[in-house]
């Protein structure tokens, strides 16, 4: 069975990139396509797979890919195959659909709709345009983008998005139907640590509820500067951990010894960060929130803005507290609402295993036989085998 997977670009680790590796353990002999590779960012985790990038896998512009977006359409119609597949799998936010990978079938797996295309704050941060030609050239760019975004989102035999905040978006904005199908969560990576457990490594000692914690890309839409303000208001400690393009205004909004930035961590430094943290706080907007399952998954509430993947990530007063408003005022009450609450920590385990990896293998498998795959034996061999090693 010839597999391709389709993913957008491969120069950072992220959630999605998360997903990447589990759809590679569930078909691993599938060729990898993308727009960019980075080896060093990526941990050389998938030199193995990569198979072909983009006419514009060059080092200046895959370090500013964001200042290029205009052009990466084009980019995207230069990643092509002679090769047609039985499957091909779009692990996709914006690009890797529209690839010229074809195959007998092809799902997209959409963790959004290409954001630059359909909502006009991103165009608005596009790091290209300067401030007086925003009016002028934001709309031109938006529209050329959203017309090849319809148009390669007519690709997909099968649309599965992540939640059901991003399949209302597929409807509106692609006129497709999808399924929704939840991410996984690696629940054999994130459990609960011992209270207190700490390594020389990071700043994770004392007990539990001493700081408050935020994770993931520091990206302008993630509202990181909520919880750092409202956790500055309660005078409590809050660490960031992760870094992206909005890291230096994050930086620069207060100056408390009460903030803490942790660009880079293991998998393991993180389970502890969260195990030990009074709350996540998840103030954005997310597709569905990966680090929010993943807190859980360590018997962490979640202190969540209740729209977007938080709003069905979290129940409110059980697992964690739902904030209505985007505003501090609203956060500095629910992270105060939150640390006056007793949690059980198996109580939010057990809420993650509808995230489970297995769950996750389980209904994509569902999915693509639905969508007339005939898949080999070999195929559920394989993930039987990948789900047994990684619970050794």
């Known amino acids: ?234 005078r409590r400690p809050v660490r960031i951990v992760g870094d992206g393009p909005d890291g230096s205004r994050l930086r620069r909004l207060v100056n408390s010894p009460f903030v803490e930035f942790i660009p880079r961590v293991t998998d393991q430094e993180l389970r502890l960060l969260y195990s030990n943290a009074t709350a996540l706080v998840f103030p954005q907007v997310e597709d569905f929130g990966l680090v929010a399952a993943e807190a859980l998954a360590c018997g962490t509430p979640v202190v969540a803005y209740a729209k977007g993947g938080g709003g069905e990530i979290v129940e409110d007063g059980v697992t964690g507290v739902l904030v209505a408003d985007q505003t501090v005022d609203a956060f500095t009450d629910g992270m105060r609402r939150v640390g006056a609450m007793t949690f059980d920590r198996l109580t939010l385990r057990a809420a993650t295993e509808r995230f489970s990896t297995k769950r996750f293998q389980s209904e994509f498998l569902g999915a693509i036989q639905s969508a007339g795959v005939p898949l080999e034996r070999s195929v559920a061999r394989t993930i039987k085998r990948v789900t047994y090693a990684r619970r050794r």
């Open 1 to 234: 069975m010839r597999v391709a997977i389709l993913h957008d670009y491969l120069n950072q680790l992220g959630g999605a990139e998360r997903v990447l590796q589990v759809l590679l353990d569930m078909f691993p002999g599938a060729d990898l396509y993308t727009l960019f590779y980075d080896a060093v960012r990526t941990e050389g985790r998938f030199a193995r797979q990569v198979t072909k990038t983009s006419a514009l896998d060059i080092p200046f512009i895959r370090d500013r890919h964001r200042a290029f977006i205009p052009l990466l359409p084009w980019a995207a119609r230069s990643v092509s195959s002679p090769t047609r597949y039985d499957l091909v799998i779009s692990s996709t936010a914006s690009y890797a659909k529209g690839f010229r990978v074809d195959g007998l079938c092809h799902v997209a797996y959409c963790y959004t709709p290409l954001r630059y295309a359909w909502e006009r704050e991103y165009v608005d941060a596009i790091p290209f345009l300067p401030g007086f030609a925003k009016r002028l050239i934001a709309p031109i760019v938006a529209r050329s983008l959203q017309k090849w975004d319809f148009a390669a989102a007519q690709r997909p035999n099968l649309f599965i998005a992540i939640s059901e905040h991003i399949a209302g978006k597929v409807r509106a904005y692609y006129r497709r139907d999808p399924i929704v199908i939840y991410p996984p969560v690696d629940t054999e990576m994130f459990f609960p640590e011992p209270v207190g457990l700490t390594r020389t490594t990071i700043q994770s000692g004392g007990e539990r509820g001493s700081y408050f914690l935020m994770v993931g890309r520091l990206l302008h839409y993630k509202r990181f500067d909520l919880g750092i303000q409202a956790a500055v208001r309660l």
